[in-house]
């Protein structure tokens, strides 16, 4: 059964969330570090659907830099 | 089809297997991130008035299929997680000494976890485009197999196990050796010199010295 490893593991119940969001920031309260994003098992999942290679982009930083530049 | 559906099955499949991939690799996979693009973005199509409403159905029918691929694939990073966790420990024979299981239990399970894990990739292979649920319940049974033997593995046994392979094994034994050999040289006594005799005589004996 899903959810048994985070229930194990953090003593909650994973069914108890809504979104992604919520147990994102559940277990950053928790272990007190951000989830971050990363391409994981490549072999093993693909990016389907997608063409164009992804670049990290940090929207606040370059919107600051127009302004200034 | 209605978006309730969808967003019955992100609760009740979607929601419990990414919580356990949070939990295993506290990373969130990219992967996530474009699937959950691709389907608000059929999802918005659905709720397009513009759109005739077999359009809209194709776009919630899509929606779908991407939740399902994604739900799928976690599934599978789950099984993988899992396995890089657990194999170091299963696979030889004093790392199965960690699991708070007899050893044929832990090989069994081990070996079933394996198996299972490919007969559930066979299976999806086999239905691609069709049985999407059926596939999801084959990942899911797998990984209770792996649950089991992760949720085993003790890891105050793995530490003291990891120290006792650490200190058996060649190295620590020819230090042993050297360690006595410099003890007998330094406090001779008749079964050092009993040994030196032997092994002048073995020397003889093979030609070494006359």
Not at chain 2, 39 to 45: P, R
Not at chain 2, 176 to 183: D, K, P
Request: glycine content about 6%; overall charge positive.
């Amino acid at each position: 059964m899903p959810g048994r490893i985070f229930q194990k593991r953090f003593a909650k119940d994973p069914h108890s969330f809504n979104t992604t969001e919520e147990i994102d920031n559940f277990v950053k309260k928790k272990t007190g570090k951000k989830i971050k994003v990363k391409i994981v098992h490549p072999s093993i999942v693909t990016r389907r659907g997608f063409v164009f290679k992804i670049k990290k982009l940090n929207a606040g930083k370059r919107f600051n830099k127009a302004l200034t530049g | 089809m209605t978006p309730e559906i969808i967003f019955d099955f992100y609760r009740e499949h979607f929601i419990p297997v990414y919580s356990d991939f949070v939990a295993l690799a506290l990373i969130k996979p990219e992967q996530v991130l474009i699937e959950e693009s691709n389907i608000l973005s059929h999802i918005a199509q659905f709720f397009n008035g513009n759109l005739t409403q077999d359009l809209q159905h194709d776009n919630i029918e899509k929606a779908k299929n991407h939740l399902t691929r994604v739900t799928i694939d976690l599934n599978k990073l789950v099984w993988a997680e899992v396995r890089g966790k657990v194999a170091p420990f299963a696979r030889r024979a004093k790392g199965r000494l960690c699991f708070n299981l007899a050893e044929d239990e832990v090989i069994g399970l081990y070996a079933d976890f394996l198996k299972k894990g490919r007969e559930a990739r066979r299976f999806e292979m086999a239905h691609i485009g069709n049985d999407h649920l059926n596939t999801i319940k084959y990942y899911e049974a797998v990984n209770t197999i792996g649950f089991m033997l992760l949720d085993s593995l003790d890891y105050f046994k793995t530490s003291k196990v990891q120290r006792w392979i650490k200190s058996s094994g060649l190295k620590p034994f020819l230090l042993g050796v050297l360690a006595s050999g410099l003890a007998m040289a330094v406090f001779p006594s008749n079964i050092h010199k009993w040994f030196v005799k032997l092994w002048g005589n073995l020397l003889k004996y093979l030609g070494f010295t006359s």
